[in-house]
């Protein structure tokens, strides 16, 4: 039973984060020359209007349930000293190092999502009122948060893929 | 200095250099571990 609870759990694990990653590519190789391009031919309302908010919708919970189910699925686990695993992997004790680094890289993208790009996005979108400057202070701090989460997403994937296989680390 | 963040390669590239010394890093770390 606790063998098929983790492989849910990791299962759930892997969709959402293919959501959360795959929104987040999807702005960044995408939308955002997609956008300046439409912008600059009088056509970009409409993907702010429809698309991004939809698309903003479900990048910032797909972050949440990726994050909450892996610590759950960390928390299933033991480590060789008799730590629990979401213990053991943040104190980035031992064999759950690898995966630790990987779990911070998400936390940290985690809080980029709702404390930097979703705030700014909101000023952006017309949700939160602002004024030109604050719009442009917004724009470019959610694009920079947006882009650190792309970089970060890069070494989070490879921790994430080789954590379970230890050999690499020896 | 241009940041690399406003390009996509630039981006990419530093992405792939943080995987090359975090690999590094988790290498110590779990040496570390195996050694206590």
């Known amino acids: 039973m606790e063998a098929l609870e983790g492989a849910v759990l990791r299962w759930v694990h892997v969709l959402v984060g293919i959501m959360w990653i795959g929104l987040l590519y999807f702005f960044n190789f995408v939308n955002a020359e997609a956008s300046k391009q439409a912008n600059a031919a009088g056509e970009g309302a409409p993907i702010g209007k429809y698309i991004v908010p939809r698309a903003l919708f479900f990048f910032r919970w797909a972050a949440v349930l990726t994050w909450v189910v892996g610590a759950g699925l960390l928390s299933t686990m033991t480590s060789a000293s008799g730590l629990n695993g979401f213990l053991a992997a943040f104190g980035l004790q031992g064999e759950f190092a690898p995966i630790g680094l990987g779990a911070w890289m998400g936390t940290i993208m985690l809080f980029n999502v709702w404390a930097l790009i979703w705030p700014n996005q909101q000023k952006i979108l017309g949700m939160k009122p602002a004024t030109d400057e604050e719009k442009a202070k917004a724009r470019r701090i959610a694009f920079l948060a947006s882009r650190a989460n792309t970089m970060l997403s890069i070494p989070m994937l490879w921790f994430m893929v080789t954590g379970p296989h230890q050999n690499i680390y020896h | ?36």
């Open chain 2, 1 to 36: 200095m241009k940041n690399p963040l406003d390009s996509l390669w630039g981006t990419v590239i530093s992405g792939v250099v943080l995987t090359v010394i975090f690999f590094y890093v988790a290498q110590w770390l779990v040496g570390r571990g195996a050694g206590a």
